[in-house]
């Protein structure tokens, strides 16, 4: 019975990981990406290949998580699972201990997880497959109402398939995300003004006569002459400074969310309060064919108060162009470029250029 209840758990644990990624399976190609960079495994080579393994892992956890789920191959599936818990335990734990990703996107934007958090997941889901593994090794392999289970399994193939598709030529049919339509951004942006998170400045200081080292933040630093007067031990370890947060305000991915015209200028409070803006985005201005930057222009051209976001300033000629960080964009949109429609700050509508075009 408690046997039964783990394999429920840890099967619908599998499915749900999987799905949520599948239905962003573009998004998630992103948090790849992100571990292939310089910064992290330095595997750059591998992000052109993002997007396809990206594909390749949801459609795998919902997989394994069903036939978990239905008891089907039992011994193959634990044997799957395990050597894939290993793997992503590797990946949270250098990234955890590191501190190089924030976010392992273990569970897409469904449900945010620091890579510690992913970590400990992976090793409760280890510990649980690795104790079905020894309940079930002698037991043989149940092949009774087969065909029922290939049937559902089959379904639930797919469901997966469907909305990996759906996600990757459009938008995603389920919108996780900050910006999803019916967001209010002046209201975001009223509530992180109102709690805005709280980050100090901590040093790590030596004592050059007893080698003693100590972490202090900033306003212990200045408040304590000791540690700066003239002739203190005190030195600070430049390359051990760290900015932390104190305080955790109100979190939202709108934070990123600062629009500025070729010049420089901020002008987000200028397009959240407009009667409507038609806002184009594009997250890799490189990639547009000039198809569709004639196609964007058109668009933008048609609507009386638009703009052109890009991560350069003259993507779009002959129309007003306005920039963003390319990671903003990026939670924004998945299509590359996107067409956002806003009423007084009010999402109203999302779509893929091509999708806006065929309304």
Not at 85 to 100: D, P
Not at 167 to 173: D, N, Q, S, T, V
Not at 206 to 227: A, I, L, P
């Given at each position: 019975?408690?046997?039964t209840i783990l ?10 990981s ?11 190609s992103?948090?790849l990406?992100?571990y292939?960079s ?10 052109s290949?993002a ?13 394994l998580?069903l036939?978990?789920?239905l008891k089907f191959?039992?011994r ?5 699972l ?11 734990f ?8 924030t ?12 890579p ?9 889901l280890?510990?649980?497959?690795l104790i079905?593994?020894?309940?079930t090794?002698?037991?043989?392999e ?15 193939i ?10 990757i030529?459009?938008?995603p ?8 339509i019916g967001?209010n ?10 709690n ?13 006569k007893?080698g003693e ?12 002459k ?6 203190t031990?005190?030195?600070?370890q430049?390359?051990k400074?760290t ?6 305000g109100?979190a939202s ?6 629009i ?7 002008i987000?409070?200028?397009i ?5 803006a038609?806002?184009?985005f ?7 064919t000039s ?12 609507h009386?108060?638009?703009?052109g ?19 903003a ?11 956002m429609?806003?009423e007084?700050g009010i999402?109203?509508?999302?779509k ?8």
């Amino acid at each position: 019975m408690i046997t039964t209840i783990l394999r429920y758990l840890i099967a619908l644990i599998f499915i749900a990981s999987g799905f949520v990624k599948a239905v962003d399976p573009v998004g998630f190609s992103f948090k790849l990406e992100e571990y292939f960079s310089p910064g992290v495994f330095n595997m750059p080579f591998l992000e052109s290949f993002a997007l396809p393994l990206a594909i390749l892992v949801c459609f795998v956890e919902v997989v394994l998580g069903l036939m978990l789920l239905l008891k089907f191959k039992l011994r193959l599936t634990l044997i799957l699972l395990i050597a894939l818990c290993v793997f992503f335990g590797f990946l949270t734990f250098y990234s955890a201990y590191f501190n190089v990703v924030t976010d392992c996107g273990c569970f897409g934007d469904a449900l945010k997880m620091t890579p510690w958090q992913s970590f400990w997941k992976d090793i409760a889901l280890l510990i649980g497959l690795l104790i079905l593994w020894v309940a079930t090794r002698k037991q043989p392999e149940t092949e009774n109402k087969n065909n029922l289970r290939l049937m559902i399994l089959g379904l639930g193939i797919a469901i997966t398939v469907f909305y990996l598709y759906s996600g990757i030529r459009h938008e995603p049919l389920i919108d996780f995300r900050a910006y999803k339509i019916g967001t209010n951004l002046n209201a975001e942006k009223k509530k992180i003004a109102e709690n805005p998170s709280v980050y100090k400045t901590f040093y790590v200081l030596k004592n050059t006569k007893t080698g003693e080292e100590k972490k202090v933040n900033q306003d212990d630093y200045v408040n304590d002459k000791t540690f700066w007067e003239e002739g203190t031990p005190w030195e600070i370890q430049e390359d051990k400074t760290t900015s932390e947060i104190t305080h955790q305000g109100y979190a939202s991915e709108i934070t990123k969310l600062r629009i500025e015209d070729p010049q420089g200028n901020d002008i987000t409070d200028t397009i959240l309060k407009a009667e409507k803006a038609v806002l184009v985005f594009s997250y890799h201005p490189k990639n547009l064919t000039s198809e569709e930057v004639a196609q964007a222009v058109k668009v933008i051209q048609n609507h009386p108060f638009s703009y052109g976001i890009s991560t350069h300033p003259d993507t779009f000629p002959n129309v007003p162009n306005a920039m963003l960080d390319g990671t903003a964009i990026k939670t924004i949109a998945r299509s590359n470029p996107f067409v956002m429609t806003l009423e007084k700050g009010i999402i109203k509508d999302k779509k893929s250029l091509q999708d806006y075009l065929k309304k």
